[in-house]
């Protein structure tokens, strides 16, 4: 079946440290790759996604880009804040036939200042 | 526009007590979903809904029950509650089945059964 895969947290930065969180899945066909992020107390929301081979999804500074030859949608960034320090997941979800979203276990960051 | 609601937001609960967990949209989504979140793990779908009047199982449906008369609201009833069901869950919605289509998160309720 269908797997997404992250590197186990947590990681901790330096603030203005570059970001790589990795993520790899399995998967048939073409699906939709996204990561969410959570903030203390809260609930997951969208940071970015992507919808097909090669499309880079990018918010607030974070990248992704769908490598199909890779089956990965690595997460990074250029200059980490304190404010960034959260957990991440990495999910896909097929453009049919199913309803439903596969999620990774999530990698926790912690920005240090 | 509040997105997804859910209460409450913390719950400590007794072996054996029945509980509720409510969950609402005002996004006119069709597709709803419950997950569970155990300490530092992913999350694991318990229930989801494609539609009022239509609901399916996902990977961790036992002890749990749903149903969805509306298309707002999602409730998740919990029976004879264990100490496994110790989590927090959370409740999102999404609009039509197309590719990429993104989940809106509520905030979570943290349960604790003792």
């Known amino acids: 079946g269908d797997s997404v895969t992250q590197m186990e947290g947590p990681v901790t930065l330096s603030e203005e440290a570059f970001l790589t969180i990795n993520c790899t899945y399995t998967?048939?066909?073409?699906?939709?790759l996204f990561w969410y992020v959570q903030y203390p107390g809260e609930g997951l929301q969208l940071l970015l996604k992507?919808?097909?081979?090669?499309d880079k999804g990018s918010n607030k500074g974070f990248e992704a880009t769908y490598r199909k030859e890779t089956t990965s949608f690595h997460l990074e960034k250029g200059s980490v804040q304190v404010s960034d320090s959260a957990v991440y997941f990495c999910?896909?979800?097929?453009?049919?036939?199913?309803?439903?979203?596969?999620f990774g276990t999530g990698t926790r960051l912690k920005v240090l200042a | 526009n509040a997105g997804v609601t859910q209460t409450p937001k913390f719950r400590i609960l007794k072996i054996g007590q029945s509980m509720t967990l409510q969950c609402a949209q005002d996004?006119?989504?069709?597709?709803m979903y419950w997950y569970r979140q155990d300490p530092g793990m992913g999350l694991k779908l318990i229930y989801y809904?494609?539609?009022?009047?239509?609901?399916d199982k996902g990977e961790v449906p036992n002890g749990y029950n749903v149903s969805r008369s509306t298309t707002e609201d999602f409730p998740l009833r919990l029976e004879l509650a264990a100490p496994s069901q110790t989590s927090v869950y959370f409740c999102?919605?999404?609009?039509?089945?197309?590719?990429?289509?993104?989940?809106?998160f509520g905030p979570g309720t943290r349960l604790l059964v003792l």
């Open positions: 999910a896909l979800t097929h453009t049919s036939g199913t309803y439903k979203y596969i």
């Open positions: 809904s494609v539609g009022a009047g239509i609901t």
């Open positions: 998967a048939t066909g073409y699906p939709s």
């Open positions: 992507a919808t097909k081979a090669d």
């Open positions: 996004m006119n989504h069709n597709y």
């Open positions: 999102a919605s999404s609009g039509e089945r197309t590719g990429g289509e993104t989940q809106y």
